[in-house]
């Protein structure tokens, strides 16, 4: 069993910048992917980025790419998301999240999950 914290996230105005972290309980994290994902009211919960079991790959969604940043320190069991540049359409509720598959991109691939935390950018 893996609990996952989020923190980090806050009122930010556009263009703006924060840096959300994802604490892990288990010993084991550095053998978990990790991933964000992000969910808006009425929205689906959608992909921002993943970042494999040693940090030598990231992978991002499109939106994000050139601001939003994943990286990972396994001696402190967390997982970052530095986001820079930050838009509207970022505002939204940020999970991190857990994963035994090599390249997760979906919600289903997650075995874990955070509570989320709260990102919201002002125009």
């Known amino acids: 069993q893996v609990q996952l914290v989020e923190s980090g996230g806050g009122l930010v105005q556009a263009g703006g910048s924060l840096r959300l972290s994802c604490a892990a309980s288990?010993?084991?994290?550095?053998?978990?992917?990790m991933g964000w994902f992000r969910q808006a009211p009425g929205k689906e919960r959608d992909f921002v980025a993943a970042?494999?079991?040693?940090?030598?790959?990231?992978d991002y969604a499109d939106s994000v790419k050139g601001r939003l940043t994943i990286s990972r320190d396994n001696a402190k069991n967390t997982v970052y998301l530095q986001m820079n540049s930050l838009k509207p359409e970022d505002t939204a509720v940020y999970y991190c999240?857990?994963?035994?598959?090599?390249?997760?991109?979906?919600?289903?691939?997650?075995?874990?999950w955070g509570q989320g935390t709260q990102v919201t950018v002002s125009s």
């Open positions: 970042i494999s079991r040693g940090g030598g790959w990231a």
């Open positions: 288990a010993s084991t994290f550095g053998s978990y992917s």
């Open positions: 999240a857990a994963s035994s598959y090599y390249f997760p991109r979906v919600p289903h691939e997650y075995d874990y």
